[in-house]
């Protein structure tokens, strides 16, 4: 059994790590480029979102490289994402590969479901070879993490940007190749004591928050490496969703960390008070809960036709005025020229810093 | 002499250049149709800028760049400020209008509002995925009618009851155009219909969920047909202003940032002088990066033998490799 799934920002390396514990052959699909969107887009409905075109280009490449089995993510949420799993498998047999396809369901109750399903998987591996092959992944999903929060920080504020990426990006092979959770920790560790060590610009950066659809806010290809960008033109970004805290409140059911959901929920009210289907209602509660951490301004971002984004969008105006926060909304499709991206960029970027600027001298002057 | 500062709009239609003095008033503006080669086209302009420059007496002590183009033009000429469209527009209107609450923006392939509140900019949004009722389009539909696109405007104005269009998409619009011309609707009923329409496309997708309160801007090269004036006032129920040179308004917003920046900072500008720009032979080349699976054209400006700029790449490799050399010398 030769094992593939989607690509998700660097949640490959964890899923890596997560099968070879459970002994299996992993064949992640290559990097996401120009071939996976064409191939992705001349299968697919032209009507649907851009992640279940990214999915099946993913799929397609493995499968090419000698993939048999695809383990994707369910979900019974009343977003499109929950089918997705069946109507890839469905464009694939008709395509004519040859493959199965193992879809996990998020657990109704029991964390103890899902390990279940996970050494399902596994070919000969006892249960609590199961938990150990979870932890291990677990880990190295906790180490990108550590080191995704310090680059997010650096970035704005470091002169050289060209050398904070570098070491992240380097930092981020080394935590893929690592054999073990100490090595994999190390790497972080090294990676962050160098990016300490880089120059800083003097002053605070400007701070803003981006919110979302979990796909398009995960996965660098689908929103044109939205962190980078904004981090070069000195602006420190607060994601609202990391991986391992959507993998515990969707996949794990909330059993492995303490979710931040309920507070979500509760800054959604009065503007939301219902789910609205896939990230909606976090949508809106995180711009509200951004604008209440003082944040310069808030970026929505989500594929072309994501219906729950776009309740959330009609909303997120009101929240603007009242609690007083720039808001902007970017749909990210198969577009390939970032000409646009970047002058909506530098227009919100520059909006919120002559705001800033303002609101500052008032405040000296009264 | 007289210290002069230069403004310059790379859009996707029109190349535009100013030069305005040190009390923000207007020496001289260009307005080119870009027609693919930006590069002409701001080589074009900047000769017949400097003709009327150098007959003034005037001085270059600031250059800033904005639209599209900007980092382009920035290359070809030396930026002391490079800008977006959206800011440069808010600048050179609130400097006009002090007390300008709404400005409708309508270049060749975007459409931009931009809100303010005490003459800074509050929000903004620019069409996303549509280009109905811009400039391309309405050029593409007056081609179509046999109609040159300055009496556009001129004709609409004749019209006394428009005929309904539909707005949602451009294709759409097209197609109820022809039908509305088949069954025999006069010529001006059916251009006044367009220009409503496309203030209702405006109004849904690019105003969507702003609140337009006056005074209203409405610039930018699409300002100039008088029957989509004519439309917004109707459809907004309030009166609408055009100012004078509402088709540079970005290069004079661009110009303005760039003497505010100078007279603020005192430095001596990055502006590579007449001979650079006039004298050199600027050419581009592009090649596939095999870097990565990516392949991203990389695009190559150079004057002469000299690379001056590259981009295109993802991964800043190009850029950065160029970067890296001028510091080490």
Redesign the interface.
Same mark, same amino acid.
């Given at each position: 059994m030769k094992i593939t799934f989607p690509h998700m920002g660097n949640m490959h390396i964890a899923i890596k790590a997560l099968m070879a514990g459970l002994k299996l052959e992993v064949i992640p699909p290559p990097p996401v480029s120009k071939r996976t969107f064409e191939l992705g887009i001349r299968h697919s409905p032209e009507f649907a979102c851009m992640p279940l075109k990214i999915n099946l280009g993913n799929f397609i490449e493995a499968l090419e490289n000698g993939a048999d089995t695809i383990v994707m993510a369910g979900g019974w949420g009343p977003c499109r994402f929950g089918y997705y799993a069946q109507v890839e498998r469905d464009i694939l047999e008709g395509l004519g590969y040859q493959f199965k396809m193992i879809v996990l369901e998020a657990p109704d109750s029991k964390a103890y479901d899902l390990i279940k399903q996970i050494k399902a998987l596994g070919e000969n591996v006892s249960f609590w070879e199961a938990v150990k092959a979870i932890k291990y992944g677990w880990s190295k999903l906790n180490a990108l993490e550590l080191l995704e929060r310090q680059f997010d920080y650096y970035l704005p504020r470091a002169r050289d940007k060209h050398m904070v990426e570098k070491i992240y990006d380097d930092a981020v092979v080394t935590i893929d190749r690592a054999g073990s959770k100490t090595e994999a920790d190390e790497a972080t560790g090294q990676a962050i004591k160098k990016m300490s060590r880089v120059d800083l610009k003097a002053g605070l950066p400007l701070k803003i928050g981006i919110v979302g659809e979990i796909y398009t806010m995960f996965e660098p290809a689908a929103n044109y490496n939205i962190y980078r960008l904004l981090g070069r033109m000195d602006v420190q970004v607060s994601r609202s969703a990391y991986v391992t805290e959507w993998i515990n409140d969707h996949i794990m059911g909330g059993y492995v960390k303490k979710s931040s959901r309920k507070n979500l929920i509760a800054c959604a009210k009065p503007y939301l008070n219902c789910e609205v289907g896939g990230h909606g209602l976090e949508t809106v509660g995180n711009t509200v809960h951004f604008a209440r951490m003082k944040h310069d301004g808030i970026i929505q971002i989500g594929p072309l036709t994501c219906m729950p984004e776009i309740v959330a969008q009609s909303i997120i105006p009101s929240i603007s005025e009242k609690e007083g926060v720039p808001c902007m909304t970017l749909w990210f499709d198969e577009l390939s020229g970032t000409a646009g991206l970047s002058t909506r960029l530098e227009a919100f970027v520059d909006m919120v810093h002559r705001k800033k600027l303002s609101t500052n001298n008032q405040i000296k002057e009264a | 002499m007289v210290d002069g500062y230069l403004g310059v709009d790379i859009g996707s239609v029109s190349t535009n250049l100013v030069l305005i003095d040190n009390g923000c008033h207007l020496i001289e503006k260009i307005y080119l149709r870009t027609q693919g080669n930006p590069i002409k086209a701001v080589i074009e302009g900047f000769a017949a800028l400097v003709e009327t420059g150098s007959k003034e007496g005037v001085t270059i002590k600031g250059v800033g760049t904005t639209g599209?183009g900007r980092y382009l033009s920035a290359v070809l000429l030396g930026a002391d400020v490079i !800008? /977006?469209?959206? &800011?440069a527009h808010a600048v050179a209107a609130a400097h006009l209008y002090p007390d300008v609450k709404t400005i409708i923006e309508i270049g060749g392939q975007d459409s931009k509002i931009i809100i303010l509140k /005490?003459g $800074?900019?509050?929000?903004?949004?620019?069409n &996303?995925?549509c280009a109905a009722g811009t400039g391309s389009f309405l050029d593409q539909q007056a081609s179509r009618l046999n109609i040159d696109i300055k009496d556009f405007g001129r004709r609409a104005a004749l019209s006394q009851q428009a005929v309904r269009i539909a707005g949602r998409c451009g294709v759409f619009a097209e197609s109820d155009m022809i039908h509305k011309q088949q069954m025999g609707y006069p010529m001006e009923d059916i251009i006044m219909g367009l220009c409503e329409s496309l203030v209702r496309n405006y109004l849904n997708n690019v105003g969507k969920? !702003?609140k337009i309160e006056g005074p209203v801007v409405f610039q930018g090269g699409v300002a100039a047909n008088a029957g989509l004036r004519r439309a917004f006032e109707k459809i907004l129920g309030m009166s609408v202003k055009v100012p004078q040179h509402y088709d540079v308004m970005g290069a004079i917003g661009v110009a303005m940032l760039a003497m505010e920046k100078m007279q603020w900072s005192r430095a001596i500008t990055q502006f590579r002088g007449d001979a650079f720009i006039l004298k050199g032979s600027f050419k581009t080349s592009s090649h596939e990066c095999q870097g990565?699976? /990516? $392949?991203c054209e990389v695009v190559c400006i150079k004057r002469d033998r000299e690379v001056l700029a590259y981009w295109g790449d993802?991964c !800043?490799k190009w850029e /950065?490799s160029l970067s890296e050399k001028t510091h080490a010398v």
């Open positions: - | 599209s !800008k /977006n469209e959206i &800011t /005490n $800074i900019v509050n929000d903004f949004a620019m &996303t995925v969920g !702003k990565c699976p /990516n $392949i993802r !800043k /950065n």
